[in-house]
Each structure stands twice: as C-alpha cells, then as structure tokens.
C-alpha cells in the first residue's frame, strides 16, 4: 500500500451507507471545517479545538486510505452521520476561529508509531455517548488543565501516537489499477495483492501460501487467488478484477484492524514501493527499459513514433517517444509514463502483436508475447523460448540444458534463472520483456 496522501477532496454520501442520498464531492479542508464547526463549539479552548480537529482529519483520512466504503461496492469515501462517521452538513455555518486552524493544519494527522496508515481515531461526545477513543467534552476540561493538543491526544489514543505534519496533497486516485491482473501481468499491484494474500492467509489457511513475492503474477498467485474467491463467493477465475481487488482490499483490512483504534497497522516496509508507480525524464532501470521496449516494437507499426532505443535511461528520445504515443492515443500529454500511459502501453502492443499476420510473425520469429512467461506456462511462446534456451545452453556451459516440450517446466526455470544470476537480475524465473529479448538474441547468435 502507498504512503496515504491528503486528498484535494472528498466524496460525502449525505445520508447512511444503503440510503438512497447525495454523493457530493467536498475540498477536504472544507469538510473538516464543517465536520470541526458541526461536532465542537468556537468557544472552546484552542488546544481542544485543535486536538478535536486532529481527531478528526485522521478519522476521515483512515476511510479514503482503508477504501472502507468503496471496497464494499460504494461511490463514496465517508457518510455525512454520526451514526457510522462524523456529521457533515451540507451548506452548514463554518467559525471562523475553526476555519483558521484547519486551514493551517488540515494535512496534518495522528499515526501509530512506526505505522504509517492514518489512524482510526474514533470519537465521540462523552456525555450522551461513550467510545474508546476521544472524548470531546473531556478534551475540553484536559485542555483546560493546560495540556496541548498532543498530550490531548496521546490521553485518549495512547503514548505511543505521533503526528504527521505538511503530508502531501494530491488527487485521491482508486486503487485499482484499471486492468485486471491475472498469470503473466507484472508489476507493484501484483506484489501488492501477494502481500495482501499472504497476510490474509494467516486468518484463512486454506489460501495456500505464495512463496516468492516478486511482483510477478505466477501459478501460485493465481492459486492463491482462487482459493480466496471460492471462500468470498466471488466469481472464480483466478483473475484479481475490480471485485476480486476489493474484496482483497476489504479482507485485507478487516484481518489488518485498520479500521479501529488497536490497528495491526501498516509498516514503513509495507508501505515501500519495489517497482515505481510513475517514470519520468531522468529515471533509469529495468521499468524503463520495458517502456523503452514497447516503444521500440511500436515504432516499426506507426510511422509517428520516433525511433527509440533500449538504454535504461529515461532521456530525450524516450520523453518524445512517450509524448507522441500519448497524444496518438487521447492520453494527457505529460512525457510521464503513469498508470493510464503504462495500461494503454501494454494494451496497444498486445493488439499490434495478435493483429500481424500470421506469415510477418513467423518471419520475425520472437516476438515477446505482451505477458510475463511463468512456470507451468505452455504453447508456442514457451517453446520458442526453450528453443532459444536450447542454442545458448549449447554454447554456454552455465545455463542448464533445455528441451523443447512446450512447457514451462522445472528444467526451463533452471535456466531463466541461471540467466537472470548471470545477468545479474532478480531471479524470479519468470520471463519478461528484456529477458525474452536477451534469450532470443542470444539464442539466435547475434
């Protein structure tokens, strides 16, 4: 899971989950500055105001960042009622004392310590109801004792809460990556579901264990997967979907306590990004040079792309390349390769690929074939690549001899991964773009 961001808005149902109401999209600081004037009284003291609005801004940044109601098929981030949130309402009177002290500390909220998710900082008014975390009224009366916001807080929350300050501000993108992920898709969602599945495993053995998280989407991710949809009632295909992704999500987070005070939480190691989520001028690495392959390939079909090559290096000929290709195929022109560039990226390579002629393919004999190769893969691609694997085996006493049977068996691993150590890649086993390009230019002696 990424870092959490404050969103520039928020998505408010103005009424309960399953009550047919308004969905209305509110700048964040906005709503807290009607939430704060809704739930607290201006004449409070400033220390209590300013804990009651920390509380506050945590609580509903827990609900964007857990997706607790748009994992359950919602459209929305919070509720307007107190009966499952905080009160919100629409047109309400905002102080001006309150207004002030959100806009200076609207991106700023609890956290456990050493956990990075936003806090579930519950609350309630104490008087008329009881809760396990904040009390407004006793806010009040600590704060009237002298104690600062912090000491407000760490009294209801525990010792052991700190506060992040200035976080980021950005848009609240969905999780989702916008395409399914199945048995070849790679990527930082496919590590993210391995960890999710793995976590939720320790609740639910029967979802066998994914040995090597790699962020490639192998037999036992797909294993795993459809373990997990048969327990959920889900559609069993082994396919994470946008169901499949939030019911991970939904679990992931019940199992996790995200949504209460006594969370398991989210680590800074959890929270740690492997494979980048955007590449811009200036970056370098294997995610370029996958980029830098689809664009290569493309460039021999459409006459607009500049020629491109494969280097690692995110410079000048790449940033055109991606500029080009995003405004061919009605992207935001941005030279920046982000989640809607990279889907697009892929899916117009697999239709140029399934859409050449069946004598142009055999003529250029080695086409990557648009997914990750795992073990236990079979057809034409896998054998093309044993085939390859074959040839350098033959001239290579360090790679494992292949035979070419059509599937991808524990003798082709062998050798993937023999090259992956001699390439000094990661040795997943599995076959990806620039490795396919290695074995099939090696192969053929070039």
């Given at each position: 899971?990424?870092?959490?961001?404050?969103?520039?808005?928020?998505?408010?149902?103005?009424?309960?989950?399953?009550?047919?109401?308004?969905?209305?999209?509110?700048?964040?600081?906005?709503?807290?500055?009607?939430?704060?004037?809704?739930?607290?009284?201006?004449?409070?003291?400033?220390n209590?105001?300013?804990?009651?609005?920390?509380?506050?801004?945590?609580?509903?940044?827990?609900?964007?960042?857990?997706?607790?109601?748009?994992?359950?098929?919602?459209?929305?981030?919070?509720?307007?009622?107190?009966?499952?949130?905080?009160?919100?309402?629409?047109?309400?009177?905002?102080?001006?004392?309150?207004?002030?002290?959100?806009?200076?500390?609207?991106?700023?909220?609890?956290?456990?310590?050493?956990?990075?998710?936003?806090?579930?900082?519950?609350?309630?008014d104490?008087v008329?109801?009881?809760?396990?975390?904040?009390?407004?009224?006793?806010?009040?009366e600590?704060?009237?004792?002298?104690?600062?916001?912090?000491?407000?807080?760490q009294?209801?929350?525990?010792?052991?809460?700190?506060?992040?300050?200035?976080?980021?501000?950005?848009?609240?993108?969905?999780?989702?990556?916008?395409?399914?992920?199945?048995?070849?898709?790679?990527?930082?969602?496919?590590?993210?579901?391995?960890?999710?599945?793995?976590?939720?495993?320790?609740?639910?053995?029967?979802?066998?264990?994914?040995?090597?998280?790699?962020g490639?989407?192998?037999?036992?991710?797909?294993?795993?997967?459809?373990?997990?949809?048969?327990?959920?009632?889900?559609?069993?295909?082994?396919?994470?979907?946008?169901?499949t992704?939030?019911?991970?999500?939904?679990?992931?987070?019940?199992?996790?306590?995200?949504s209460?005070?006594?969370?398991?939480?989210?680590?800074?190691?959890?929270?740690?990004?492997?494979?980048?989520?955007?590449?811009?001028?200036?970056?370098?690495?294997?995610?370029?040079?996958?980029?830098?392959?689809?664009?290569?390939?493309?460039?021999?079909?459409?006459?607009?792309?500049?020629?491109?090559?494969?280097?690692g290096?995110?410079?000048?000929?790449?940033?055109?390349?991606?500029?080009?290709?995003?405004n061919?195929?009605?992207?935001?022109?941005?030279?920046?390769?982000?989640?809607?560039?990279?889907?697009?990226?892929?899916?117009?390579?697999?239709?140029?690929?399934?859409?050449?002629?069946?004598?142009?393919?055999?003529?250029l004999?080695e086409?990557?074939?648009?997914?990750?190769?795992?073990?236990?893969?079979?057809?034409?691609?896998?054998?093309?690549?044993q085939?390859?694997?074959?040839?350098?085996?033959?001239?290579?006493?360090?790679?494992?001899?292949?035979?070419?049977?059509?599937?991808?068996?524990?003798?082709?691993?062998?050798?993937?991964?023999a090259?992956?150590?001699?390439?000094?890649?990661?040795?997943?086993?599995?076959?990806?773009?620039?490795?396919?390009?290695?074995?099939?230019?090696?192969?053929?002696?070039?």
């Amino acid at each position: 899971m990424d870092y959490p961001i404050v969103p520039v808005s928020i998505t408010v149902h103005l009424g309960e989950p399953d009550q047919p109401a308004e969905n209305v999209a509110v700048p964040f600081a906005d709503y807290i500055k009607n939430v704060a004037s809704s739930e607290i009284y201006p004449t409070w003291p400033e220390n209590a105001i300013r804990a009651n609005v920390l509380a506050q801004i945590s609580y509903a940044l827990n609900r964007v960042y857990t997706e607790y109601y748009r994992s359950r098929g919602y459209e929305f981030d919070i509720t307007s009622t107190t009966r499952y949130d905080q009160a919100y309402t629409p047109g309400g009177e905002v102080f001006e004392n309150i207004g002030i002290i959100v806009d200076e500390i609207f991106n700023n909220y609890v956290v456990r310590q050493g956990r990075i998710e936003p806090l579930f900082a519950q609350f309630c008014d104490g008087v008329r109801t009881q809760c396990r975390g904040l009390s407004q009224w006793g806010s009040l009366e600590l704060a009237q004792q002298g104690m600062t916001p912090y000491e407000i807080l760490q009294h209801y929350y525990g010792q052991d809460i700190g506060i992040v300050t200035n976080a980021q501000v950005g848009i609240n993108v969905p999780s989702y990556p916008g395409i399914a992920l199945q048995r070849g898709s790679f990527g930082e969602e496919v590590r993210q579901i391995q960890l999710e599945l793995n976590r939720i495993g320790r609740n639910f053995p029967a979802i066998p264990a994914i040995p090597a998280v790699t962020g490639v989407f192998d037999v036992p991710t797909e294993q795993a997967v459809i373990r997990f949809q048969d327990i959920f009632n889900l559609y069993v295909d082994g396919i994470v979907g946008k169901a499949t992704w939030y019911k991970l999500k939904e679990i992931y987070n019940g199992v996790k306590r995200l949504s209460e005070i006594s969370s398991e939480g989210i680590t800074f190691s959890e929270a740690q990004r492997v494979y980048p989520s955007i590449l811009h001028y200036g970056d370098s690495g294997i995610a370029v040079r996958i980029v830098q392959y689809y664009l290569a390939f493309l460039g021999y079909f459409l006459p607009d792309l500049p020629p491109i090559r494969i280097t690692g290096e995110f410079g000048q000929e790449t940033y055109d390349a991606v500029l080009t290709f995003q405004n061919k195929y009605g992207l935001a022109v941005d030279g920046i390769v982000g989640r809607n560039t990279w889907n697009e990226l892929q899916r117009v390579y697999r239709d140029a690929v399934s859409q050449l002629p069946s004598d142009y393919q055999t003529y250029l004999g080695e086409i990557y074939p648009g997914r990750f190769l795992v073990p236990g893969d079979t057809g034409a691609a896998v054998s093309q690549m044993q085939a390859n694997l074959r040839r350098i085996a033959q001239a290579d006493p360090a790679i494992p001899a292949v035979e070419v049977t059509g599937t991808f068996d524990a003798a082709t691993e062998a050798a993937v991964r023999a090259l992956q150590r001699q390439m000094g890649f990661d040795e997943t086993g599995a076959v990806g773009p620039i490795l396919w390009s290695e074995i099939s230019t090696r192969g053929r002696g070039y």
